[in-house]
């Protein structure tokens, strides 16, 4: 299916094209390593890549145009065809207002702390039986991904979900205005990335911005239980725009009747602006299921089918690094787990991750093992924070702890002897202890932010045991 015209390409971007195009353009691509026949190739600048070392590779793959810089025209390799434009990043911007401005999609954004992409995943499967639903992948949520996920929507989408994220204050106002949301759900306010804010509060000041891009009128879904609701609640009336809450609050508007939380799943009874709704979530976690009562309520709001969106959320699978499960054969005889939520950490998800993993039933002799990178961007409450966590993997049972990074030696100092496997410099030194130290029967959860590299630690497991099953949730 034909995504973009070349007219249309050509008058959303202003650029002006050099070849002769002779295929359709069904995708936007700015990664050749994902680049599919068909897509228009966005040759974009960034920190520490250049999209035009990759054109000749992007022709290669089939591309079917490559949108280039002007000033990059006269070192273009031969064949094409092009699109030359002032400025590629503006020139997808451009194009994802296009999008914006042509579709007639019921929209949902989503921003918050913590849960962002979950809730994301569970509002693309939870709308898709009611028509056809476009949805950011990964966590495409910052001043690429956000046009990116614009420009890629196709015209005939009835639904459209949208994530967006920030690290600094002014950074969802103009994401916000790009997409242009019916509804806005910010899942929480926690101190995250919060050595760029002057506090708690601020952080909550910059989650608002996503009010600021509401379509007249739209509904802000706020959740209930967290301790800057009421800010968030004036930060939405001075836009003039409603509000939903959600949580287990007795006064919101989608409520807990009941959950119950077990190791693969959650099973809950809610009330969704006074009606009841029965429901399974797929993925496991108390903190994921609430989130779910927020999809519940942008289903209502956006005028999709309620009954039909609850019974999907069943199906519902962690994303990757965010809690999915690998099952490992120990050469040594029986199996072993891993819990992959090595994608990100700040303390709220830290120690829900930890709560979560330790309800996993152990194999025989095996052990609850916590594996875990310091928590980045936390400011001067980094230390009091790493070590805040040992109380929850007291409460939890936890084993045995492996960590890693300066800020670990705060926790490492303050767990119990017991409780001591290995504290590293980095995740490269500590890999190779983990892996070493892992026994049948285990249940070991990695974990921590992006810059304290868990994730080659998950990789590493992959490479030198054995699968014994598929993931699970």
């Known amino acids: 299916m034909t995504l973009w015209s070349y007219t249309d390409l050509v008058i959303a971007t202003g650029g002006r094209i050099l070849g002769r195009p002779d295929r359709s353009i069904t995708g936007i691509s700015i990664d050749t390593r994902t680049l599919e026949p068909g897509d228009a190739f966005f040759a974009i600048t960034g920190d520490n890549t250049d999209g035009h070392d990759y054109l000749k590779q992007a022709i290669e793959k089939g591309a079917a145009i490559s949108i280039v810089a002007e000033a990059r025209v006269p070192s273009l390799p031969a064949a094409g065809p092009y699109l030359a434009v002032e400025d590629v990043l503006a020139a997808l911007v451009a194009l994802g207002n296009a999008s914006r401005q042509r579709s007639a999609a019921r929209i949902v954004a989503v921003t918050g702390s913590v849960g962002k992409t979950t809730t994301k995943e569970a509002l693309l499967l939870a709308l898709s039986p009611s028509g056809q639903t476009h949805a950011s992948v990964a966590s495409y949520n910052n001043h690429w991904g956000v046009p990116l996920t614009l420009a890629r929507m196709p015209a005939s989408t009835s639904y459209g979900v949208f994530e967006i994220g920030m690290n600094h204050a002014g950074e969802i106002t103009p994401l916000t205005g790009m997409v242009r949301p019916h509804v806005a759900i910010i899942t929480n306010v926690e101190p995250v990335h919060i050595e760029q804010f002057s506090g708690i509060e601020a952080i909550a000041d910059a989650k608002a911005e996503i009010f600021t891009g509401l379509e007249p009128g739209g509904v802000a879904i706020l959740n209930r239980d967290n301790p800057q609701f009421d800010r968030l609640v004036a ?89 999915v499960r690998m099952r490992f054969q120990h050469p040594r005889g029986g199996e072993f787990m891993i819990v992959d939520e090595a994608y990100n950490a700040n303390p709220a998800s830290m120690a829900a991750a930890i709560r979560l993993a330790t309800k996993i039933p152990r194999g025989e002799g095996g052990r609850h093992v916590a594996v875990l990178g310091d928590m980045r961007e936390l400011g001067a409450m980094g230390p009091e924070a790493h070590a805040g966590l040992a109380p929850v993997l007291t409460e939890c049972h936890v084993d045995k702890v492996y960590l890693c990074g300066p800020l670990m030696e705060h926790l490492w100092q303050v767990v119990p002897e017991s409780m001591r496997g290995a504290h590293a410099a980095n995740s490269l030194e500590l890999e190779r202890i983990v892996l070493n130290a892992v026994q049948p029967g285990d249940i070991v959860m990695i974990k921590g932010s992006l810059g304290s590299r868990m994730l080659p630690i998950v990789e590493a497991f992959k490479a030198r045991f054995t699968r014994a099953d598929k993931p699970v949730s």
């Open 235 to 323: 930060a939405a009336k001075t836009q003039g725009i409603g509000i939903a809450s959600f949580g287990q609050n007795v006064n919101a508007d989608v409520r807990v009747l009941d959950m119950q939380a077990g190791a693969d799943m959650t099973t809950v009874s809610a009330d969704v602006f006074g009606e009841p709704v029965a429901y399974r979530v797929g993925a496991p976690g108390a903190h994921v299921a609430q989130n779910t009562l927020a999809v519940l309520a942008a289903i209502k709001l956006l005028g999709a089918d309620l009954a039909l969106g609850a019974l999907a959320l069943a199906n519902m699978t962690p994303p990757k690094g965010r809690g």
